[in-house]
């Protein structure tokens, strides 16, 4: 299994370091601010909120896998999780607004020891929120004390959002590892079998895509259809819907890109994908991320970039709705990867 | 080193209009709507245009159609038998050319 960047001692482990590039290193034709005149030219800078709707907690960096494109860095080799001081803040900030979603990732989300514990008090003070768990699928199959998340979601009537890359064996594993895609095929298989994606259970299983590679994900639809033909047929497995997320170039995926020479195509199919429909619906606009320290950002990207939302109060226990409405949201290069082409969130294409 | 194709060039395709305009117009405006989803999925027709590719050669495609497939979500397999495709097609019509050799041979000999 690879290491994260942080215990390979990167130099992109340096969130500064990632910046200068990302500042820096844009494609000749290009504005070193490409984003902030994309956004200028279509009317949107600076970037605000819309409604603040999705309260995405990243509860840490652990996870059992090592993916080479993930965003995070997360990793069996990374200790920063979230406390349950920390959970309690947000616990009063979810009492005391109102949500639609929250929108639990990592890491692997499950690996936190208060994970259960979070999710059963975020139900105790709303019944009706719609919580999605970002799972990584397998983490239900890596030990049997999780065999039996299945049930645990089910009970409290969770989302389950998986990423799958693909539905071979090749392309899934060599993004995300040796072996997972016939672990993930095992615990799709555990979530079907309580109900999850199935028609009328009302149990949502949705997956992620994400491509493998420098290149950008397809169409949302004729992927999803493909996606439903292939793992229906061989695999008997069924889910509602596939979301397709960009790749956005930080963290290992930006390793990857610059290792393999493809940076500088990448970001100029970034930037020349730039689509304004799907500028204008950026998650950032209507979600806070909070970090495994309780620290607020625009968005998860964001928040691997160490960039804090613009405020003067930046932590979960000092919450006040209307700041945080009226901020300015924080961009950079890294951006266009949300507003290529069809749009890209964490519920997939935003146009 | 200089060379007769440079990939830097397959982002200029756009620029063709320059010398022409009406024309280029034309032909992307048909080239755009050949591509969409029609009776062939956006999916099938770019597999086909991977194979053409190879089979007229071209770098440009090559690259082009690559990605695009990659994009549409095709695997290497599907890629590959595509190519497989065009390549059947070529060598078939090489070797169905040997009935006429076959004739002339027939009509020639005792």
Known sequence: ?351 | MKTYYNPEDLKKFGNIGEFQKPLADKFFDYYGETFKEGALTAREKSLIALAVAHTIQCPYCIDAYTVDTMEKGCDEQQMMEAVHVAAAIRSGATLVHSVQMMNKYKELSM
């Open chain 1, 1 to 351: 299994m690879i290491k994260s960047l942080k215990a390979r001692k990167s130099e992109l482990a340096d969130v500064g370091y990632e910046i200068s590039i990302l500042s820096e290193k844009t494609p000749t034709g290009f504005e070193p601010d490409a984003f902030g005149s994309k956004l200028r030219q279509t009317g949107l800078y600076p970037l605000s909120p819309t409604k603040i709707e999705i309260l995405q907690i990243n509860v840490g960096k652990m996870c059992n896998q090592t993916c080479k494109h993930c965003h995070v860095d997360a990793g069996p080799d990374r200790k920063e999780i979230m406390t349950r001081e920390t959970m309690q803040h947000c616990l009063d900030v979810i009492k005391g607004h109102s949500f639609t979603t929250i929108d639990l990732t990592g890491g692997a989300p499950e690996m936190n020891p208060h994970f259960r514990w979070l999710v059963e008090e975020i139900r105790k003070i709303d019944k009706k929120v719609n919580i999605i768990v970002r799972c990584n699928l397998t983490i239900i199959v890596a030990n049997p004390a999780y065999h039996d998340l299945p049930d645990f979601f089910k009970k409290h009537n969770i989302e389950v959002t998986s990423s799958l890359p693909y539905f071979t064996a090749m392309r899934t594993d060599s993004q995300r590892g040796e072996g997972v895609f016939e672990k993930s095929i095992k615990a799709l298989r555990m979530l079907n079998a309580v109900g999850y994606g199935k028609e009328d259970s009302g149990l949502i299983l949705n997956l992620v895509y994400n491509p493998s590679g420098a290149f950008l994900p397809g169409s949302q639809e004729s992927l999803q259809v493909e996606f439903k033909k292939k793992l229906k047929d061989p695999y008997q497995i069924v889910f509602n819907q596939l979301f397709c997320i960009t790749n956005l170039p930080i963290s290992r995926f930006l390793d990857y890109l610059l290792v393999s020479g493809n940076f500088d195509d990448y970001m100029e199919k970034l930037i020349s994908s730039y689509n304004p429909v799907a500028a204008e619906g950026v998650m950032c606009r209507n979600t806070i991320s909070v970090g495994w320290d309780g620290y607020l950002y625009d968005c998860d990207f964001n928040q691997m970039l160490e960039m804090k939302v613009e405020t003067s109060d930046q932590h979960i226990s000092k919450w006040d709705t209307e700041t945080l409405t009226q901020r300015e949201i924080q961009t950079n290069q890294h951006c266009f990867g949300c507003t290529a082409g069809a749009g890209s969130s964490c519920g997939g294409a935003t146009s």
